[in-house]
């Protein structure tokens, strides 16, 4: 799972944004939020 969150993090920063990167991902934005939380 930490590949997956790290890349969800990647994306995010790629991205600028969390819903931009949630489109991207085809993830909806509160799974996105809360596996990029987990990282903490």
């Known amino acids: 799972m930490k ?3 790290l890349r969800y ?3 995010v920063v ?3 944004s ?3 990167a ?3 991902l ?3 934005q509160p ?3 809360r596996s990029i ?3 903490e």
Do not use: H, P, Y
């Open 37 to 39: 939380q987990s990282l």
């Open 9 to 11: 993090f990647v994306e």
């Open 14 to 16: 790629d991205s600028g």
């Open 22 to 24: 949630s489109e991207k």
């Open 31 to 33: 799974s996105l939020s």
């Open 3 to 5: 590949n997956q969150q």
């Open 26 to 28: 085809f993830v909806n």
């Open 18 to 20: 969390i819903n931009k």
